[in-house]
C-alpha cells in the first residue's frame, strides 16, 4: 500500500484536536491573574497538562474519524506488483576491485583479500563475465570482461601488495566504465579492501551506472602489534674543519593503540648500519630521534632510516639521498673603484644555497671564470664589445646576467642580449626622491615580497637611476614611481637576463641598508642560475622530470628498486613516476661503454597510508550508488491499465464516508450525553 | 483572623498592624506606622531607642597613621605606651528601604496585596527609625528606579508621601537598579530590599550582594502571599503572569505538591545563598502581623552598632 498524495498525512497532527478538545476546551474558566508563572513552569510539562479525559469513547470517535479523513485525502492505493524484484535473474557482470595499497601488508590482510576475490572470480559463471581490477593510489585494469576462468585466476596477484596508498575513487571510476560499457543486465561490483578512512574523501562524484549492486568485503582485522612508521627526516648541514656533515633527525609516529617500547631506529648510509638509537613511543604517539651528523663524502650518499619490524613492514624503512650542498657559482664583474662591498657581503650570507663568488676586474675575465659561473653579475661597468660578446656565450648556453647600470655602466650596441636601452641618468637627489612601484610579485624574483609585513620595497629612497627604455619582449618587473623601468627581464637563448636600472651600492640608493636587500639579491641570484633545491625524497606517486632535476642529459635509463630498467625517453619526455619503495639509479648512456650513473632518487611510500583507521564500507557504497536506487523497480513495472489503476485507488472513497459516518456518531453521542 | 472579613482594601487611613489586612483598611500612612510601631515598642523590655553619647569600648595600641586626637595621653603618662581610645559606632546612621514595585507585587489573596504589605512594612521601619534619630530614605524600583528619597533626618514625610503616590505597573527586574543603586550608597548604613525576587536566587544574591560592598548592613524582606506559598487554588483554569502577560492552562490539584517543593527549594536557596554573603534574609506572609519584620530590623540594627569605629 502506498499514497498518492503522501504529504496529507502531515493533517495526522490535527489528530491532536480532538484530545486538545477533551483536555482543555471542556475546561475552560476565567482567567486567574498570578504574580508569576516561574514555578508553575518548572514543573514538568506532563503533570500540568494531564487531565483525566472524561468521554475515552467520544475521544476514540473522534480521534478515529479524523484519521480515517486525513487517509482518505492521502490517496491510499494498491500497487500490484509490490513484490520485490529478485536480482538473480539473467548474467551478470562482475567487476572486482582489489585494493592492493601497502597497508593491505599488515597483518593476513592480503592473504584474505585475494582468497575472496578467488573466491568471487570463481563464481564467474560462463554466461557471465567478471573483470578484475587492482588499485591503490590509482587503478589497473589485470583483466577485463571476460568468462574464461584460466585468465581471472590467472590474473590474481601472486607478490605482495605495491608501495601505493588506497584511493576509492579511480578504481570505481574504471569499474564505472567497465559497467557502462556492458549489455549484461545484472551489474554487480565487488570492492576488496580494508576500507582506509584516509583513501575517501566524501564525495568524489564517481556513481555507477543505475541498477549496479556494490558489495563491500572489508579484510579489516584488529590492530594488535604496534605499527611504528617512519614518517620523515630532516637534514641540517654544517661545516665542520672544512667538511661538510649533515645531521639527520627522523620523525616516527606510532599509528596503534600499543605502546612501542625498546624498538630500535637505525641509519644505514649505503647498506652499511652507522647508527642506532633506541625508540619507545606511546600509543599512537610521535618520536623523533636526532642522530649524530655525518660527513658527506660524496655525491648521491643513499641513507635510510629503518625501524625495528613490526606489523606493517613497508613504512618501517625511509629513503633519503644525501650530496655536497651545490653553491651558486657567481661571477662579479666589477671596476675595483665603485664599493661592491654590499654585494659580496651579501652573497658571502647564507648556507642554502652557498654562494661562491669570483671577484673580477672587465679586463681580467678568463674563460674559465665564464664557464663555471651560473650567473654573472655585472656591477656598474662599461662592457666592451668583446666582453659582451663573450657574456652572450654565456647565456645562450643556460647561464644568467644581471646588469646594474650605476653611473658608469655603458653595453655596446651590437651585442643585443639586455632587455631595454640605457639611457641617460636621472638624479633626484634634489627633488623628492624616487620609489620603486608595481612590482611583479608573481615572479620568482619577487615572490617572497608577495605576502604581507614581508618586506617593503617602497621605503628604498633612490636618489639616482638610468632611464631605460624596454626593448620588445622584455618584461618590465618593477618600474619608478615615474613610469620608468627599474627592474626588466629578457630571455636571450637558454639564459635570462635582469638589468637593474640603479645601483646596488649607496651611491644611487640607500637599498642596501635595507631590510629587503638581502633576498632581493638572492632571489636575483638564484632565479638567473636556475637554482633549484634538490629534493632528498620524492613519494610514491611523484613524477621525478630528470631535466629539471639536472639529473644527465641525452638518453637515459632508470632501474628501479626491485632492479628492473626503464627507459627514461620513450614517450613523454624523461619522467619517471615513483611505483617502488627505494632508490632509483638513473643512468647516462645506458648500454654504451660510457654508462654512468646521473643521479639517485630516494622513493618513499605515503605516511598517511600507515594509519589504519577504518571507515563504514557503506559509506563509499553510499555515494556510489546513489545513482541507482529506485531505478530497478521502475525499469521492470508493469504498465497498468487505465480501470486496473482506478481500481487500486479507490479506497479513499471508503475512508472519507466512514470517516463523515463516525462525525455523524460523533454528533449524536456528544448531543445524548450533554443532555445527560 | 475575623477582622480581614469583608474588608475592601485602599480604605480610610487606620491602624495596619495587628493585623495587616486590617492595617490595609488605613490610608494614612503615617498613621499605620506610628500605631503599629508605638504598640510594638512599648512591649519591648529594652528601649530601642539607642544612645546617640560617644561610649568608649577599649583601648588599642598605636599605630603609625592613628589620629593623634584619639591619643590617650593619660595612660601614656603612667604607662609610657601610646594608647588609641576606641568608641562604639556613631549613632546616626542612614536608613533606606529599597521596595519592588514591579508588577508582580500587585498581587494579594486574602485582601491585603503584597505591595501594600511591602509599603506598611517600609512606613513602619521608616516610623521607628525616625525616631532613632537616624537618617530615613528610600528607593522604589522595578526595571529601574522610579522613586528615590535621600536618607535624611528630615524626610520621614517625604518617605511616606512618596509611599503613598506609588502603583505597581511594570515588570521588575532586580540587578540592573540595585547594581547602579549599589554605587550610590556611599555612607554606610542599614539597607533594607523588600521584594517577592521571582528570579533565580543565583540572580537574586548577585543582585544584591554589591549593596554590601561599602559596608552597608543589608536586610533583606521576602514578601510573599499565602496563595504563592500554598497554591491552594482549586479550579483547572488559565494563570496569566502578570508581568509577562503569558497565560498556561493549570490543574492546580495535579501540581500543587511539585509547585509547593519548588517555592520551599526556593525560599530554602535563597535563605542559604544570603547567609553565605552574611546578608540578614527574612520570608515574611503577608498574613502575619509585622512584629517579625521589625524585630529582624532592630537586630540588625544592633549588630551594626557593635562595630567598632
Wanted: glycine content about 8%.
Amino acid at each position: 500500500m502506498s499514497f498518492l498524495s503522501p504529504l496529507f498525512l502531515l493533517g495526522l497532527a490535527a489528530l491532536a484536536i480532538p484530545v486538545l478538545i477533551h483536555l482543555i476546551q471542556r475546561e475552560k474558566k476565567q482567567i486567574m491573574r498570578f504574580p508569576s508563572l516561574m514555578f508553575v513552569r518548572q514543573v514538568p510539562y506532563k503533570s500540568v497538562q494531564r487531565r483525566r479525559v472524561h468521554n475515552w469513547l467520544l475521544l476514540l470517535i473522534r480521534a478515529a474519524a479524523m484519521l480515517l479523513i486525513i487517509a482518505a485525502f492521502a490517496r491510499p492505493f494498491l500497487r500490484r506488483n509490490d513484490v520485490p524484484v529478485v536480482p538473480g535473474t539473467g548474467a551478470r557482470e562482475l567487476v572486482v576491485l582489489l585494493d592492493q595499497s601497502y597497508s593491505m601488508g599488515y597483518g593476513d590482510r592480503w592473504d584474505r583479500a585475494r582468497t575472496a576475490v578467488r573466491n568471487a572470480l570463481a563464481q564467474v559463471g560462463p554466461g557471465d563475465r567478471g573483470s578484475l581490477v587492482l588499485f591503490s593510489s590509482n587503478a589497473e585494469i589485470a583483466v577485463r570482461s571476460t568468462n574464461e576462468q584460466g585468465r581471472l585466476s590467472g590474473a590474481v596477484p601472486t607478490g605482495a601488495p605495491s608501495a601505493g596508498a588506497t584511493r576509492y575513487a579511480p578504481a570505481l571510476k574504471v569499474a564505472s566504465s567497465i559497467l557502462a560499457e556492458s549489455t549484461l543486465p545484472r551489474r554487480e561490483v565487488l570492492l576488496v579492501s580494508d576500507f582506509q578512512r584516509g583513501g575517501w574523501r566524501g564525495q568524489e562524484g564517481v556513481t555507477l551506472p543505475s541498477g549496479t549492486t556494490v558489495t563491500p568485503v572489508s579484510v579489516t582485522n584488529a590492530v594488535t602489534t604496534p605499527n611504528v612508521a617512519v614518517t620523515s627526516v630532516t637534514l641540517t648541514r654544517s661545516t665542520f674543519s672544512n667538511q661538510e656533515r649533515v645531521a639527520i633527525t627522523a620523525a616516527a609516529v606510532n599509528r596503534s593503540e600499543q605502546a612501542l617500547s625498546g624498538g630500535t631506529l637505525a641509519l644505514e648510509f649505503n647498506g652499511r648500519a652507522v647508527q642506532s638509537e633506541r625508540l619507545d613511543i606511546a600509543a599512537n604517539g610521535t618520536a623523533s630521534v636526532a642522530f649524530q651528523p655525518v660527513t658527506v663524502t660524496g655525491a648521491n650518499m643513499r641513507g635510510v632510516v629503518r625501524v625495528s619490524s613490526d606489523g606493517l613492514p613497508l613504512d618501517n624503512a625511509f629513503s633519503f639521498i644525501v650530496s655536497p650542498a651545490q653553491p651558486v657559482r657567481v661571477l662579479l664583474i666589477d671596476n675595483g673603484a665603485t664599493g661592491n662591498l654590499y654585494l659580496t657581503r651579501a652573497l658571502a650570507v647564507g648556507d642554502s644555497p652557498r654562494y661562491d663568488v669570483v671577484v673580477r676586474r672587465p679586463d681580467a675575465v678568463t674563460e674559465e671564470d665564464l664557464q663555471r659561473a651560473a650567473a654573472v653579475l655585472v656591477n656598474d661597468v662599461n662592457v666592451t664589445a668583446a666582453l659582451g660578446r663573450r657574456l652572450s656565450r654565456v647565456l645562450e648556453r643556460g647561464g644568467g646576467l644581471l646588469v646594474v647600470a650605476g653611473a658608469r655602466a655603458a653595453w655596446p650596441s651590437e651585442v643585443d642580449v639586455l632587455p631595454g636601452t640605457l639611457g641617460g641618468p636621472s638624479d633626484r637627489s634634489r627633488e623628492n626622491e624616487a620609489r620603486v612601484g608595481g612590482l611583479e610579485f608573481g615572479h620568482p624574483v619577487f615572490e617572497v615580497f608577495r605576502a604581507p609585513r614581508s618586506g617593503d620595497f617602497s621605503s628604498v629612497r633612490f636618489y639616482g637611476y638610468r632611464t631605460v627604455t624596454a626593448a620588445p619582449g622584455a618584461q618590465v618587473l618593477a618600474r619608478f614611481d615615474q613610469g620608468t623601468p627599474a627592474l626588466l627581464e629578457r630571455q636571450v637563448g637558454a639564459g635570462r637576463v635582469l638589468l637593474w636600472a640603479s645601483t646596488l651600492d649607496l651611491s644611487w640608493s640607500d637599498l642596501p641598508l635595507k631590510p629587503v636587500y638581502l633576498p632581493f639579491v638572492h632571489r636575483s641570484m638564484q632565479y638567473l642560475a636556475s637554482y633549484r633545491e634538490p629534493a632528498p625524497w620524492l613519494t610514491v606517486g611523484q613524477v621525478f622530470d630528470a631535466d629539471s632535476a639536472g639529473a644527465g642529459s641525452g638518453q637515459r635509463a632508470a632501474i628501479t628498486p626491485s632492479g628492473r630498467r626503464v627507459a627514461l625517453d620513450d614517450e613523454g619526455g624523461p619522467v619517471l613516476e615513483m611505483t617502488e619503495q627505494g632508490f632509483y639509479e638513473i643512468r647516462q648512456r645506458p648500454g654504451q661503454s660510457g654508462e654512468s650513473e646521473a643521479a639517485v632518487v630516494a622513493s618513499n611510500v605515503d605516511p598517511a597510508e600507515s594509519d589504519l583507521t577504518p571507515m563504514d564500507p557503506k559509506e563509499i557504497v553510499a555515494a556510489a550508488m546513489s545513482n541507482s536506487s529506485g531505478i530497478q523497480g521502475s525499469a521492470q513495472a508493469v504498465p497498468q491499465t487505465p480501470e486496473a489503476q482506478e481500481r487500486s485507488q479507490r479506497i479513499w472513497w471508503y475512508l472519507l464516508v466512514l470517516g463523515v459516518v463516525l462525525l455523524g456518531a460523533d454528533t449524536l453521542l456528544s448531543n445524548r450525553l450533554s443532555k445527560a | 483572623m475575623s477582622l480581614l472579613a469583608g474588608h475592601q482594601p485602599a480604605g480610610v487611613p487606620g491602624a495596619r498592624f495587628m493585623d495587616p489586612v486590617v492595617l490595609a483598611r488605613i490610608g494614612n500612612l503615617e498613621l499605620v506606622a506610628r500605631a503599629v510601631c508605638d504598640g510594638f515598642i512599648n512591649g519591648l523590655h529594652k528601649a530601642p531607642y539607642f544612645g546617640a553619647s560617644v561610649d568608649f569600648a577599649e583601648h588599642r595600641g598605636y599605630v603609625p597613621g592613628d589620629d593623634i586626637r584619639r591619643m590617650d595621653w593619660r595612660l601614656w603618662a603612667r604607662t609610657d605606651r601610646y594608647y588609641i581610645k576606641e568608641y562604639e559606632a556613631e549613632t546616626n546612621m542612614n536608613f533606606s528601604v529599597l521596595l519592588d514595585v514591579s508588577k508582580s507585587m500587585d498581587y494579594g489573596s486574602i485582601g491585603i496585596t503584597k505591595f501594600d504589605y511591602a509599603r506598611i512594612l517600609t512606613a513602619c521601619l521608616t516610623n521607628l527609625v525616625h525616631h532613632q534619630r537616624d537618617r530615613v530614605g528610600f528607593v522604589a524600583f522595578d526595571s529601574e528606579v522610579v522613586a528615590h528619597v535621600p536618607p535624611s533626618a528630615k524626610h520621614m514625610d517625604t518617605v511616606l508621601h512618596t509611599l503613598d503616590k506609588l502603583q505597581p505597573g511594570r515588570p521588575g527586574k532586580l540587578r540592573e537598579p540595585l547594581h547602579k543603586l549599589a554605587e550610590h550608597f556611599g555612607r554606610r548604613g542599614v539597607l533594607v530590599v523588600v521584594s517577592d525576587f521571582y528570579d533565580d536566587p543565583e540572580a537574586i544574591v548577585d543582585a544584591v550582594t554589591p549593596l554590601r560592598f561599602r559596608g552597608n548592613e543589608i536586610i533583606v524582606f521576602h514578601v510573599m502571599d499565602p496563595a504563592e506559598l500554598n497554591f491552594g487554588f482549586t479550579d483547572a483554569q488559565a494563570f496569566e503572569d502578570l508581568e509577562s502577560g503569558e497565560q498556561m492552562p493549570v490543574v492546580p490539584a495535579s501540581l500543587r505538591k511539585e509547585y509547593q517543593a519548588l517555592v520551599r527549594a526556593h525560599i530554602d536557596a535563597l535563605q542559604q545563598k544570603f547567609s553565605e554573603v552574611r546578608i540578614d534574609y527574612s520570608m515574611l506572609d503577608t498574613s502575619q502581623p509585622l512584629d517579625h519584620a521589625l524585630h529582624r530590623y532592630l537586630g540588625a540594627r544592633e549588630r551594626k552598632l557593635r562595630t567598632r569605629q
